[in-house]
């Protein structure tokens, strides 16, 4: 079955980064687009950014030019380093796989990022 398993989340001050990493199994990782969500507490899921089977990014604007999405396939993991990281972007964050359409198919457990000022 599919499993995406994340790592990666915790506290940080304001202006730090971290990475996350998610790591995929059950599938064939390099055949479907993936991507990040978070959910804020009080707000709606969003989506933060998201890659397809090759090369090609999307990102919400406001973490474009903060966060970078990758993956590597060979190790069947997908990436999200978040630099300059602000206290609204304080929530939990989903690794998701897409269906052929676009949407979110299938949701990591969450790992929550906390940012400090």
């Known amino acids: 079955q599919v499993q995406l398993v994340e790592s990666g989340g915790g506290l940080v001050q304001a202006g730090g980064s971290l990475r996350h990493s998610c790591a995929a199994s059950g599938f064939t990782f390099s055949s479907y687009a993936m991507a990040w969500y978070r959910q804020a507490p009080g707000k709606e899921r969003e989506l933060v950014a998201a890659?397809?089977?090759?090369?090609?990014?999307y990102y919400a604007d406001s973490v474009k030019g903060r966060f970078t999405i990758s993956r590597d396939n060979a190790k069947n993991t997908l990436y999200l380093q978040m630099n300059s990281l602000k206290p609204e972007d304080t929530a939990v964050y989903y690794c998701?796989?897409?269906?052929?359409?676009?949407?979110?198919?299938?949701w990591g457990q969450g790992t929550q990022v906390t940012v400090s000022s």
């Open positions: 998701v796989r897409l269906d052929r359409s676009g949407q979110p198919e299938y």
């Open positions: 890659i397809s089977s090759g090369t090609s990014t």
